[in-house]
T-cell receptor, first 114, second 112 residues
Framework: KQEVTQIPAALSVPEGENLVLNCSFT??????LQWFRQDPGKGLTSLLL?????REQTSGRLNASLDKSSGRSTLYIAASQPGDSATYLC?????????????FGKGTKLTVNP | DAGVIQSPRHEVTEMGQEVTLRCKPI?????LFWYRQTMMRGLELLIY????????DSGMPEDRFSAKMPNASFSTLKIQPSEPRDSAVYFC??????????FGPGTRLTVL
């Protein structure tokens, strides 16, 4: 059974700092991995999607990497801003049988202090 | 939350009552997903549809839960009878099969 773990559960940093969020998964047979952002009381917003054949994806100040063989992904946020404060979730799509099912981690709650 | 509409946004009900959650998906997106989010268990997939047909309902917790998608523009998740442990935020999400999933704002359900 695929399990996704995100460490730490919460992180607080001063504005301007570069930071890394971690995601690990137990079964390397994934189709892709997706990073989401969730603001309080809101739904999830997709940030980056990495296919299993890719090593990284970038969008603005965000960079996500994927090491499928070791079951790890990281989300790097450069020059953090208070507006980056949110919960960040990673999710893996299983590769068996063409399933569209995503398995989520419980998220890392990020606070960026002005 | 790219256009997925969920209603109601908040629902408070008493144990034993029937609850119906609604989702209006994005047109042109063939996959519809129902998720439940709690502090203890995180975000869990309940069921998903492709072209209005249920594909995987292995996450539906028990017979009290049922989901329907009578057409491409509407889906419901029903809980009957509701119990306090069903209290959670329920999300509807869509995908066009090109991998990204787009989430609605969620329905916060409280069962007293």
């Amino acid at each position: 059974k695929q399990e996704v773990t995100q460490i730490p559960a919460a992180l607080s940093v001063p504005e301007g700092e570069n930071l890394v969020l971690n995601c690990s998964f137990t079964d390397s047979a994934i189709y892709n991995l997706q990073w989401f952002r969730q603001d309080p009381g809101k739904g999830l917003t997709s940030l980056l999607l990495i296919q299993s054949s890719q090593r990284e994806q970038t969008s603005g100040r965000l960079n996500a990497s994927l090491d499928k063989s070791s079951g790890r992904s990281t989300l790097y946020i450069a020059a953090s801003q208070p507006g980056d404060s949110a919960t960040y979730l990673c999710a893996v799509r299983l590769s068996q049988g063409g399933s569209e099912k995503l398995v989520f981690g419980k998220g890392t709650k990020l606070t960026v202090n002005p | 939350d790219a256009g997925v509409i969920q209603s109601p946004r908040h629902e408070v009900t008493e144990m034993g009552q029937e609850v119906t959650l609604r989702c209006k998906p994005i047109s042109g997106h063939d996959y519809l997903f129902w998720y439940r989010q709690t502090m203890m268990r995180g975000l869990e997939l309940l069921i998903y549809f492709n072209n209005n047909v249920p594909i995987d309902d292995s996450g539906m917790p028990e017979d009290r839960f049922s989901a329907k998608m009578p057409n491409a523009s509407f889906s419901t998740l029903k809980i009957q009878p509701s119990e306090p442990r069903d209290s959670a935020v329920y999300f509807c999400a869509m995908s066009d099969g090109n991998n990204e999933q787009f989430f609605g704002p969620g329905t916060r359900l409280t069962v007293l």
